[in-house]
């Protein structure tokens, strides 16, 4: 039952108040609600598509963008499981 994240949910971790530097990419900071999800990355992908086009969330300013799927940078995923 695990299944990528939505944007929203995603948006849901995001804080300005709260800031620590990406593992990724030091030169950018993340700003997550939690210690207890860990995100390593300032962008992550999320499960809404169009044609050859996905969705990222960026942690680093809380901001969502499409890019193709084949694109190549520093994303990362957030897999999540749906409460039952």
């Known amino acids: 039952d695990w299944r990528m994240s939505t944007q929203d949910e995603l948006a849901g ?4 108040n709260k800031s620590r530097p990406a593992a990724c990419y030091s030169s950018h900071n993340i700003h997550v609600a939690t210690e207890l999800v860990d995100v390593s990355c300032f962008a992550h ?16 300013a809380g901001n969502r963008d499409w890019y193709p799927r084949s694109h190549e940078g520093l994303s990362r995923v957030l897999p999540v499981r749906s409460g039952k």
Not at 13 to 16: E, I, K, N, P, S
Not at 45 to 60: H, L, P
């Open 13 to 16: 971790l995001y804080d300005t």
């Open 45 to 60: 992908w999320t499960s809404e598509t169009r044609g050859y086009e996905a969705t990222t969330f960026y942690f680093s």
